[in-house]
T-cell receptor, first 112, second 116 residues
Framework: SQELEQSPQSLIVQEGKNLTINCTSS?????LYWYKQKYGEGLIFLMM?????EEKSHEKITAKLDEKKQQSSLHITASQPSHAGIYLC????????????FGKGITLSVRP | GAVVSQHPSWVICKSGTSVKIECRSL??????MFWYRQFPKQSLMLMAT?????????EQGVEKDKFLINHASLTLSTLTVTSAHPEDSSFYIC????????????FGPGTRLTVL
């Protein structure tokens, strides 16, 4: 079965700083999804990557999928307190629009 | 955008009772819905995949007789926790897959179940 490892487990940054978090898969990724979650709430869809080398941006968040399609990074520029939360990556490992497997998540805190 | 609702948002029940949780896609049709369970500071664990008009597919280790799933329409799936026990206390989240180019899943806000 596919396993997703996210790193670091948690991160505290000063407001205004840039940061990068990672998601590494044990298998080739057919689809990699990034979500954000506030504790005790649902998941907010951020971005989805499919192609090797693909990069997408939304506001100050950029996500990349490496050429081998086994690792993705999410970069936040000039972090703000509103970026704080849990970032989860989810993967579709079969390409058949099947169920997603999730990593354990990365807890991001942003100090004002 | 695609919105998924869950009801109730939280519920407290006595041990031995059954609890029903509803998951609705408000502005799109979802042929497939998923039910997840999340423990504090843990990731989401998929419990079952629910397809409209057919039986749900349960993940290994999930008791189908305990967690009854019904997907009666393209916008509604229900999860019933039967004879709930304190160990069933958890955060339950549903998601619905939209028929878009990316087939992304949109998640509900979750239901906090506490069994006394």
């Amino acid at each position: 079965s596919q396993e997703l490892e996210q790193s670091p487990q948690s991160l505290i940054v000063q407001e205004g700083k840039n940061l990068t978090i990672n998601c590494t898969s044990s298998k080739t990724l057919y689809g990699l999804y990034w979500y954000k979650q506030k504790y005790g709430e649902g998941l907010i869809f951020l971005m989805m990557l499919q192609k090797g080398g693909e990069e997408k941006s939304h506001e100050k968040i950029t996500a990349k999928l490496d050429e081998k399609k086994q690792q993705s990074s999410l970069h936040i520029t000039a972090s703000q307190p509103s970026h704080a939360g849990i970032y989860l990556c989810g993967a579709d490992s079969t390409g058949a629009n099947s169920k997603l497997t999730f990593g354990k998540g990365i807890t991001l805190s942003v100090r004002p | 955008g695609a919105v998924v609702s869950q009801h109730p948002s939280w519920v407290i029940c006595k041990s031995g009772t059954s609890v029903k949780i509803e998951c609705r896609s408000l502005d799109f049709q979802a042929t497939t819905m998923f039910w997840y369970r999340q423990f504090p500071k843990q990731s989401l664990m998929l419990m079952a995949t629910s397809n409209e008009g057919s039986k749900a597919t349960y993940e290994q280790g999930v008791e189908k007789d305990k967690f009854l799933i019904n997907h009666a329409s393209l916008t509604l799936s229900t999860l019933t926790v039967t004879s709930a026990h304190p160990e069933d206390s958890s955060f339950y989240i549903c998601s619905a897959r939209a028929a878009t180019a990316y087939n992304e899943q949109f998640f509900g806000p979750g239901t906090r179940l506490t069994v006394l």
